[in-house]
């Protein structure tokens, strides 16, 4: 029986432990929804109605026995690991269940109970927070649940945070006793110990009701000490949330990002100090207040990175992270190479990383529902790789160093040529765009005929034709040639004319 009940509240992936939470699921609506009609009637009838109050009293004592049975079924860890005898395995009972009754979300069920008796019944209103048990649900929070990454950054810090309530409670407890001992007896608003120490907190957290002040110079002296106290305790307090927390916030961050509805964006992969230059060369070829650009890269947000680009930390190599991108709602993804590893190093990390990009798309079945698929563009500083990035699913692979070198020694023959490529291949003046021809052009036609054509009425020069099917270029065609619809247009252009 007692391991049931352990399955029933302590095993998820049960059967019995799948019952029991609907069960309880089914309890915690039914109580808030009869915490919301008994507010709704406070209104205008203060008394308690008989038939909801013998329901709420039903749900309260289902819930008390719901929690006690989850206490007294938790087996400590401990239990597992150190052989006890009858003595230690009283203790290690005992203080594992004081430990586990800590948690936030049993203390939460401990004061909506509490809060059934007529002295508490404030405390009704925690009830709400039961609905915080949806934070453990792993099919909501996928990669980093905020419950549970803020309660570690609590205990892995609950030294620090120690220390500073240590602090706190100190200077409370000796401020709300001096001013107990110097003014008992003479300020009508102090009377005893604990109004001193309600003195002190309010005064050291800088709050300040002013429902109990000192009267005395000793007093007032104790009082100046406490705010100087308190603005030292509230410094510690906030370096210590803005140290420990901060992974903490930033994970809930990219749940968020995961979890919004951000579509038809661009990602990319690889960022480093010397891609800055990327960034600079995007807003010119994109519309960045209208298409959201994602940098996926490793560590924190790099200070250099302007505020319209977003950041999410994280592996493209990895699958399990590629959601934190939404990748499968991407319009496009383009992969930097790290010029921090060899040529060899980096060109395996960007094959890499798109043959995880293609693998978890195929995987995706929102794949079948995409008008357009994504489409993968990949840098390449080594040539001998091209074709193992075209293999694994890139759809354009770009040779930088290569291309490079090629205009440097192009340019001692050809002077003025690198120039020219420059202008070509950056936005603005000429540049290079693909289109398909236009409509009111009867197709099949002669090449010579559809560049006049596109020269006279758009103004601009057809170059050559890209073959969509098979992927080849030809460059400066026979004037023959047949222009079809399965092609597209190379043209030079100062804007983009053609449709795609």
Not at 83 to 93: D, E, T
Not at 239 to 251: D, E, Q, R
Not at 337 to 357: C, E, H, K, M, Q
């Amino acid at each position: 029986m007692f391991q049931l009940i352990h399955d029933a509240f302590h095993r998820p992936r049960t059967r019995v432990h799948r019952v029991v939470s609907a069960i309880v699921w089914a309890m915690i609506l039914l109580s808030i929804g009869l915490f919301g009609l008994d507010l709704y009637r406070g209104v205008k009838d203060t008394t308690p109605h008989p038939i909801l109050d013998i329901v709420d009293r039903i749900l309260v004592g289902l819930f008390a026995i719901e929690v006690f049975l989850r206490v007294a079924s938790y087996r400590p860890p401990a239990l597992d690991v150190l052989r006890h005898n009858s003595v230690s395995r009283l203790r290690v009972n005992i203080l594992g269940r004081i430990r586990f009754c800590l948690q936030p979300l049993i203390i939460i069920d401990l004061l909506s109970i509490l809060g059934s008796s007529a002295a508490l019944r404030g405390l009704r209103a925690m009830r709400l927070l039961r609905l915080l048990r949806l934070l453990k649900n792993d099919r909501i929070f996928r990669y980093s649940n905020p419950l549970y990454s803020t309660l570690k950054a609590f205990h892995d810090n609950a030294l620090l945070y120690s220390l500073a309530f240590s602090a706190l409670g100190t200077a409370t407890l000796i401020g709300g006793l001096s001013i107990f001992l110097f003014e008992r007896g003479i300020n009508p608003n102090l009377i005893t110990l604990a109004d001193g120490i309600w003195w002190a907190l309010v005064t050291l957290t800088t709050v300040g009701f002013g429902d109990i002040s000192p009267v005395t110079w000793q007093g007032r002296i104790v009082g100046s000490v406490l705010m100087i106290s308190g603005m030292f305790t509230l410094a510690l307090f906030a370096g210590i949330v803005g140290s420990t927390l901060l992974k903490s916030v930033l994970s809930i961050r990219e749940e968020q990002f995961r979890m919004s509805n951000l579509m038809n964006h661009i990602i990319i992969c690889g960022y480093e100090p010397g891609t800055r230059m990327l960034l600079d060369a995007i807003p010119k070829e994109i519309d960045i207040e209208n298409i959201r650009v994602v940098i996926f890269g490793d560590g924190e947000r790099p200070d250099d990175i302007p505020i319209e680009f977003s950041w999410i930390t994280g592996d493209p190599t990895k699958e399990s992270s590629l959601d934190k991108v939404r990748l499968s709602y991407a319009a496009a993804i383009i992969i930097v190479g790290r010029r921090s590893l060899l040529p060899a190093a980096a060109d395996a990390n960007t094959i890499l990383s798109v043959f995880t990009i293609r693998s978890h798309m195929r995987k995706t079945l929102i794949t079948l529902r995409r008008e357009r698929p994504l489409y993968v563009v990949a840098e390449i500083l080594d040539a001998e790789n091209v074709a193992h990035a075209r293999t694994a699913g890139a759809d354009e692979v770009i040779e930088t160093t290569r291309l490079g070198f090629s205009m440097l020694t192009h340019a001692i023959v050809q002077h003025g040529s690198a120039d020219i490529m420059g202008k070509i291949t950056a936005a603005g003046a000429h540049s290079l765009y693909l289109g398909s021809p236009p409509s009111e052009i009867t197709l099949p036609a002669p090449f010579l005929e559809v560049a006049e054509r596109c020269r006279r009425e758009y103004g601009i020069l057809i170059i050559g034709v890209h073959r969509t099917a098979i992927k080849t270029d030809q460059l400066n065609p026979p004037d023959e040639l047949r222009v079809t619809e399965e092609m597209q247009l190379i043209y030079l252009g100062t804007k983009v004319v053609l449709p795609e």
